[in-house]
T-cell receptor, first 112, second 117 residues
């Protein structure tokens, strides 16, 4: 079992729709959770971070965390073609001092 | 947010030569930097953790004699791929943890595409 697993994808949604990206993790000691967006040929950029159970909203993005279920998700509302990218879920243990474990990523395509 | 600069963006070299990649934190001091490798359509693979003033910590399966890491100052870490071979061709990315940032957020360099002929 991988430490961090994401939807295998690819995921395709029409412009304006909600895109839902999911991630599960295996280590119950995980404390901080991140979503990164990576465009082809570019390095990842941080979109959202979440540390406690519940929802966290930032513009069109909402991260949801459920530690009991070891599940974190990212919702993108009003999806735009510019959102087309690979989304990486990353999980940290506090003791690892910033050493994130990344999922394999989910590629999202938003069709005009 | 914090800025991490990585240089060069791309490099083409002959097999057997060495290549040095630089990672700089521009507006903060980074005691810890991370080096990753990413093959096409795959996720980031952590290669090593670079600690200022001490030896780097390498992940299992990463050859420390082939991938030399130096973190001589609080703003600069370098990765040298020694005696590069075509199988070393990959996208190399560095990241740094900004001091004081909650939850260990990482800020990434722009990456270096290495092609070994």
């Amino acid at each position: 079992q991988k430490e961090v697993e994401q939807n295998s994808g690819p995921l395709s949604v029409p412009e304006g729709a909600i895109a839902s990206l999911n991630c599960t993790y295996s280590d119950r000691g995980s404390q901080s959770f991140f979503w990164y967006r990576q465009y082809s040929g570019k390095s990842p950029e941080l979109i959202m971070s979440i540390y406690s159970n519940g929802d966290k909203e930032d513009g069109r993005f909402t991260a949801q965390l459920n530690k009991a279920s070891q599940y974190v998700s990212l919702l993108i509302r009003d999806s735009q073609p510019s959102d087309s990218a690979t989304y990486l879920c990353a999980v940290n243990l506090w003791m690892n001092a910033g050493k994130s474990t990344f999922g394999d990523g989910t590629t999202l395509t938003v069709k005009p | 947010g914090a800025v991490v600069s990585q240089h060069p963006s791309w490099v083409i070299c002959k097999s057997g030569t060495s290549v040095k990649i630089e990672c700089r934190s521009l507006d903060f001091q980074a005691t810890t930097m991370f080096w990753y490798r990413q093959f096409p359509k795959q996720s980031l693979m952590l290669m090593a953790t670079s600690n200022e003033g001490s030896k780097a910590t390498y992940e299992q399966g990463v050859e420390k004699d082939k991938f030399l890491i130096n973190h001589a100052s609080l703003t600069l870490s370098t990765l040298t791929v020694t005696s590069a071979h075509p199988e070393d061709s990959s996208f190399y990315i560095c990241s740094a943890r900004s001091p004081g940032s909650a939850g260990e957020k990482l800020f990434f360099g722009s990456g270096t595409q290495l092609s070994v002929l």
